[in-house]
């Protein structure tokens, strides 16, 4: 009997996993197999491998629209945000992990506790600060905002990240000779490698996929990013889905890129994203 | 605080330790503690950018509470927040324990669930968008296949928009497993392994160690999937913006389309509201979980 249920819950098991491959997978399938089918395939079998490889889709789609602006607008604001991130937030996160000074605990989680509040409600403040600063629609205001929202995630990892490498070390340069500056950038930095990896792919993802305040504070085409462009996509290719789904696979790619190159530092990475409570 | 080391620090060391706080102290002020302050007082006021806000009292709460669109919103935020904390934490979890287990083709699993949220926030919206749609999509395409006369038009009908949208995210709950998963590998196997000399079944190993253990894993999980659902916003933005009707309207959008009336207090009493639900539902879900006892 108990032979039976083991059988029956083992396959039950198989059959969820199966479930979740399928909905993980199937969407993004769809969309690559669907940018080389002409309309009329994609409307009649929805299933089916493309024919031909048709990349007339994507030649459209580069050749016609300013794809390759908002690739480099997404870039952009991307790497400078996650690079300046990863500098300033490492020197706190050094500092609370290697000293103590007045009014440490109370800055910390002053910090931290900004995880509390979800960057939306500030929407309003944020968009007049932009505007008050002349900020708005320009690739620098919006590097300057997905530089602050990162900031108590990327505290907590790179704290945790220096709070790991021992004391002693500090102790030897110093005698050493060496500078405040020199024992951060040379000896700590490196070894916070880990912390540091995390924390960027993380400021990187996040921004590079970010659109709520890309939306909302930029308009012109000049400053667009990938994800904003796609809601004009929305509208423009109604009736090209050809040329649609070349347009999401370009957007979605680097993503996917980026997984497959560093799979385990990605799962690490959303991992402790949880890990905000 | 250890004073042995701040006898060894130097005077110097202090200039540079506020030095180095200084770009993220900039940050804070810029754009975490002026704005949480400048949500918190004009809420009560009624503010168009231009002039002065002025105080209104209870105004902007009161017309809110008058407004359809904002009481459809909260009931799909409770609504959504139910379906968070049990369906996609639940099945999050369940897929914990399943990979726990280590069965064939585990880490393949483990690795393809993660798909979805590399992907950006837009363009899952808009494939979704395309899967739902009546002629060419993916879903209607599948149960044609059994009822070829099926015809639905998700996205633009009540009360299938509610549910299109909720589907974009209510199994795709990788970062759920992710830390459930990690907390399951933290229990010392003796412990279970003690557990099944005693005789202990499968089910009680699951329920008496394990889920107790991993209470805080899933309590997080539970926080973090429901603070989502407060700030979801292409989701709904990009498929069925708001519609039919109000049938899937939810608080950012009218903060935005506040923001973009120039109704600045109404954008931050909104603002505040959802501060105000993300911290009652961590102090609720703390409580409800233990997550700050030991067992």
Known sequence: ?277 | MNLKKVSKLKRNDFKWIYLFLLPSILVFVLFNLIPIVTVGVTAFTEWNGFALPSFNGLENFTNLFANRAFWVSTKNLLLWSFLAAVVHVGFGVIIAFILYEKPAGWKFTRSVFMIPNIISGAAWAVIFRFMFDNRMGLFNGIVRIFNPNFDVQWLTVSPYAFWSVTLTWLFFAVIVTLIVLNELLAIPSSLIEAAEIDGATKWQIIFKIQLPMSRKAIGTSVIASITARVTMYEAIALTTNGGPGYDTMNLPLMLVDSITNLKYGTANAVGLLMIVYGIVTLLVVNKLFKMNEEL
Do not use: C, H
């Open chain 1, 1 to 277: 009997m108990s032979k039976y249920i083991y059988k029956a819950s083992k396959i039950f098991m198989y059959l969820i996993l199966i479930f979740t491959i399928i909905i993980s997978i199937f969407p993004v399938l769809w969309v690559f197999m669907s940018a080389f089918k002409t309309n009329a395939q994609i409307f009649n079998d929805p299933f089916s491998l493309p024919e031909s490889f048709n990349i007339s889709g994507f030649q459209y789609v580069l050749g016609n629209y300013n794809f390759g602006l908002y690739l480099k607008n997404s870039l952009i604001v991307s790497l400078i945000s996650t690079i300046v991130s990863v500098v300033i937030y490492s020197m706190a996160g050094y500092v609370f992990a290697k000293f103590d000074f007045p009014f440490k605990n109370m800055l910390y989680s002053l910090f931290i506790i900004t995880l509390l509040v979800p960057a939306q409600a500030k929407a309003q403040p944020i968009f007049s600060l932009l505007t008050n600063l002349k900020l708005t629609n320009s690739l620098t205001g919006l590097t300057f905002v997905y530089v602050s929202l990162g900031m108590a995630m990327s505290m907590f990892i790179l704290r945790n990240a220096f709070e790991s490498i021992p004391d002693e070390l500090n102790e030897a340069a110093s005698i050493e000779g060496a500078s405040f500056w020199q024992k951060f950038w040379k000896i700590n930095f490196p070894l916070a490698k880990n912390g540091v990896v995390t924390s960027g792919i993380l400021m990187f993802l996040t921004n590079w996929n970010e659109y709520f305040f890309a939306s909302l504070l930029t308009s012109s085409e000049k400053v667009r990013t990938l994800p904003v462009a796609l809601q004009f996509f929305n509208e423009s290719f109604s009736y090209d889905y050809t040329q649609l789904f070349s347009a999401l696979s370009i957007v979605i790619l680097p993503g996917i890129i980026i997984y497959t190159v560093a799979q385990d530092r990605v799962q690490q990475s959303f991992a402790s994203s949880g890990v905000k409570g």
